[in-house]
């Protein structure tokens, strides 16, 4: 049988055999994937390659064998290839170490470099390199220039910290850039211009980045980019400036700051939890600056660590309380069910800085899970066990969004099936969904068990109306701006109504958020709205200690029991009492 080309260079310099097994499979692999597969020694002396080397490495295969790694990678990533060699050497897997190779010609061609110990030569290791571009799943999202979105950089981030803790290797940088003028710089200079500007400043961006293709468009004029320490924010800056000059003949001012990925005491998912938190302030939070990350660069892990710590210390003792606020029928006066309010020590003030910020660092759904715990053993005990009374749990979109955790919080309210009817929840809006069919059928089990769900502040962040096309649920809670609007401005009367009216025609139940006075409830009613909370019907309560049993300690100066059910003020005459989807 013919051999394919370069298949008879299966001998080194000593004359044995290299490879134990047939050479076909080896080579066939090898040109398929478009990989160059190496068998090399612990000190990277290659003894055998084989495959596409000519476009990875600018040599023929039959040359390689009389070379090392180190005259084939860069200087400036020889620290990261020898820590590769080192753990391949001690029985690791190494996957992905992204290098640069300095082909003849002068070019830098973006590497992956993978590998473990030979299985039948010992001292020997087996070693593919593969195009940098591969790092990447096909399913990872770009943008027409070829960059990541803020999802796939998070994601890359993330395995490049895990991957540098194995080996103590502090050479991945993440730079943060800010171009706060480039759009009035289409206003100035054109869209074409411009545009032609934005290709050649993204591609200087690839470039840079680690195996080429770590670059990012963050939105609003923001970017991203992991590179080696042998780059510098200056640098960067420097260079866009430059580009802005021979392109458009107009000044640029880009900001940039680096961050390490070096965790000192941190553990690797602490330091992306973290890292990813750094990258959603830059992104999303306005008032966080260039300048504030260049100040807190490398402490902002440590701060932000132990913030973390302290929330899962906070989590772990169950140092927190819940307080119930009343959602009332609007026609009928009664109480239909308290939503679980949570507050974090002894201020009770909001948590809602707490809850984004374990939001953003991947603690929400320990917070979630020990939250539901909770209410589901206030609910099986006096005065939380009155049969008439319903609450209603918060989740966030991003624990719905964790399958992990979904799977948690559902065998949770699995096991409370003695809470049918009487256990709702609520769905955040603060951290959007990504897989709105995903977190549907998670709701759909929630109901099937009897609990109803709802979609909470809508109209507001990430709860669009999308939402309603793509979650089943049983009601929603307008958000309070549309409601204070409503009732202060009149042009804004019709986002309201069309909130009520798509409610109406879908038959979800709607509540309205922050009603303060008599008169916003009135208007309420108008619109149909048909149950209402904020401080007209009570504030945030816990139920009065100095009584005992089911249902007194839950009487305020607002609220009164009558014929077994909790009412605000007085009822309306033959006013019914309708559920949220309650069976």
């Known amino acids: 049988m013919k051999k394919p080309p370069g298949q008879d260079r299966n001998q080194g310099a000593s004359g044995e055999a290299r490879i134990g097994r047939p050479q076909e499979a080896y080579v066939a692999f090898a040109f398929a994937a478009a990989d160059l597969l190496m068998e090399t020694d612990h000190s990277g002396r290659i003894i055998f390659a084989v495959g596409a080397s000519m476009s990875l490495v600018g040599r023929p295969a039959r040359l390689l064998a009389t070379m090392t790694l180190e005259q084939l990678i860069r200087p400036e990533d020889m620290a990261r290839t020898r820590n590769a060699l080192r753990r391949m050497a001690r029985g690791e897997r190494v996957r992905h170490t992204l290098l640069h190779v300095a082909v003849p010609d002068g070019d830098i061609v973006p590497v992956a470099l993978s590998g473990y110990p030979h299985p039948d030569h010992e001292g020997r290791l087996l070693l593919v390199l593969t195009h940098g571009g591969t790092i990447m799943t096909p399913t990872?999202?770009?943008?027409?220039?070829?960059?990541?979105?803020?999802?796939?950089?998070?994601?890359?981030?993330?395995?490049?910290?895990?991957?540098?803790?194995?080996?103590?290797d502090d050479s991945y940088r993440m730079t943060?850039?800010?171009?706060?003028?480039?759009?009035?710089?289409?206003?100035?200079?054109?869209?074409e211009a411009t545009a032609g500007?934005?290709?050649r400043f993204t591609d200087y961006l690839r470039q840079c980045s680690v195996g080429g293709e770590a670059a990012a468009d963050l939105g609003d004029s923001k970017y991203g980019l992991i590179h080696g320490p042998d780059l510098s924010a200056g640098q960067i800056e420097t260079a866009i400036s430059g580009l802005a000059q021979s392109i458009l003949g107009a000044d640029l001012h880009p900001d940039a700051a680096t961050i390490s990925f070096d965790g000192g005491e941190i553990s690797p998912q602490e330091a992306t939890n973290a890292l990813v938190y750094t990258l959603n302030r830059f992104a999303q939070d306005g008032s966080a600056t260039i300048q504030d990350l260049s100040r807190m660069a490398r402490p902002t892990l440590s701060l932000t660590v132990t913030k973390m710590r302290e929330i899962k210390q906070t989590i772990g003792r169950g140092d927190f309380q819940l307080h119930f606020q009343p959602i009332v029928d609007l026609w009928s006066g009664a109480v239909h069910h308290f939503e679980c309010l949570v507050r974090f020590g002894d201020s009770g003030a909001s948590p809602y800085n707490t809850v984004v910020f374990a939001e953003d660092t991947g603690l929400v759904g320990e917070l979630d899970c020990a939250i539901l715990a909770r209410a589901i053993a206030f609910m099986r005990q006096d005065p939380g066990a009155e049969p008439s009374l319903r609450f209603a749990v918060?989740?966030?979109?991003?624990?719905?969004?964790?399958?992990?955790?979904?799977?948690?919080?559902?065998?949770?309210?699995?096991?409370?099936?003695?809470?049918?009817g009487r256990l709702l929840f609520e769905l955040t809006e603060s951290a959007a969904i990504s897989?709105?069919?995903?977190?549907?059928?998670?709701?759909?089990?929630?109901?099937?068990?009897?609990?109803?769900?709802?979609?909470?502040?809508?109209?507001?962040g990430a709860a669009a109306f999308h939402y309603l096309r793509g979650l089943k649920v049983d009601h929603v809670k307008i958000d309070g701006s549309y409601v204070r609007e409503a009732a202060s401005k009149p042009e804004s009367l019709p986002f309201l109504r069309a909130i009520t009216q798509l409610c109406r025609e879908l038959k979800v139940a709607t509540i309205a958020e922050q009603v303060e006075d008599e008169a916003t409830a009135n208007l309420l009613r108008v619109y149909n709205v048909r149950y209402g909370?904020?401080?007209y019907f009570g504030r945030p309560m816990q139920p009065s200690s100095r009584h005992q049993g089911g249902r007194a300690p839950w009487v305020t100066p607002l609220t009164q029991w009558r014929n077994g059910l909790l009412f605000f003020g007085a009822p309306q005459a033959g006013a019914s009492t309708p559920s949220i989807g309650v069976s």
């Open 197 to 199: 500007f934005i290709a």
């Open 176 to 191: 943060l850039l800010d171009l706060p003028e480039l759009a009035g710089l289409r206003a100035k200079v054109g869209a």
């Open 533 to 535: 909370q904020g401080y």
């Open 394 to 420: 918060n989740l966030s979109g991003r624990s719905l969004s964790s399958s992990s955790v979904a799977a948690r919080l559902v065998r949770m309210i699995s096991e409370a099936s003695d809470l049918r």
């Open 435 to 460: 897989d709105l069919v995903a977190a549907n059928a998670i709701i759909q089990e929630i109901r099937g068990r009897g609990h109803p769900v709802g979609i909470d502040d809508f109209g507001s």
């Open 140 to 168: 990872v999202k770009r943008n027409d220039e070829g960059l990541l979105g803020r999802e796939g950089f998070e994601a890359l981030a993330g395995g490049l910290i895990k991957e540098s803790a194995k080996d103590s």
